[in-house]
């Protein structure tokens, strides 16, 4: 399966400040990412696809304004939460598909921790 | 009628057990099943996928997808302290603009106990 990275692994800042959490694919080049976010025993909810060299696709009720996706290389995207506040305090996971698309290899996350 | 139905346990057996964990979905479109395994604070990783009706065997564990029935189920054989994590089941949906996305069950927490 494909090797995904994430940093910071964790991360506390101030209500209002914002955030940037990068995630690389260290194996494969990987045109398409997913943002998923994960409240403490709930399931992962998809965010949206970054697409490498494209905008973004957000799901529906994710503000596409606060959560800033840029995926400038085919192994790095990178999520922003701008004007963190403490409702945006979760666990932030990012995946690609290793090249194909059956199936999607997860990083390790990164907790984010808003005062 | 959310289209995944996962029992959230939390599911607690004697070391050596049979663990049956078990989802169902509403919507027939669903094309890859996946089972991920996810412990404390990490990212969830991959155990199983498969893409048919029948069983899958992979070591201790074995998926099994009932496509007329829209179930899927993973068992896991000699359970052992280091299964204790939470349990995902996955499915990819259909084409068009969510091409490749997964929808996740809620996860089941399983504690295997020596």
């Known amino acids: 399966g494909a090797v995904v990275s994430q940093h910071p692994s964790r991360v506390i800042c101030k209500s209002g400040t914002s955030v940037k959490i990068e995630c690389r694919s260290l194996?494969?080049?990987?045109?398409?990412m997913f943002w998923y976010r994960q409240f403490p025993k709930q399931s992962l909810m998809l965010m949206a696809t970054?697409?490498?060299?494209?905008?973004?696709?957000?799901e529906q009720g994710v503000e596409k304004d606060k959560f800033l996706i840029n995926h400038a290389s085919l192994t790095l995207s990178t999520l922003t939460v701008t004007s963190a506040h403490p409702e945006d305090s979760s666990f932030y996971i990012c995946?690609?598909?290793?090249?194909?698309?059956?199936?999607?290899?997860f990083g390790p996350g990164t907790r984010l921790t808003v005062l | 009628q959310k289209e995944v139905e996962q029992d959230p346990g939390p599911l607690s057996v004697p070391e050596g057990a049979i663990v049956s964990l078990n989802c169902t979905y509403s919507?027939?479109?669903?094309?890859?099943f996946m089972w991920y395994r996810q412990y404390s604070r990490k990212g969830p990783e991959l155990l199983m996928y498969?893409?048919?009706?029948g069983n899958k065997e992979d070591g201790r564990f074995t998926a099994q997808v009932d496509k007329s029935s829209k179930y899927i189920s993973l068992f896991i054989r000699d359970s052992q302290p280091s299964d204790s994590a939470t349990y995902l089941c996955?499915?990819?949906?259909?084409?068009?603009?969510?091409?490749?996305?997964?929808?996740f069950g809620q996860g089941t927490i399983l504690t295997v106990h020596p």
């Open positions: 995946s690609e598909s290793g090249g194909g698309t059956d199936t999607q290899y």
């Open positions: 194996d494969f080049q990987a045109t398409t």
């Open positions: 970054s697409n490498e060299g494209s905008k973004a696709t957000y």
């Open positions: 919507n027939s479109a669903f094309q890859y």
């Open positions: 498969t893409y048919s009706s």
């Open positions: 996955a499915f990819r949906r259909p084409g068009g603009t969510s091409y490749g996305k997964l929808t």
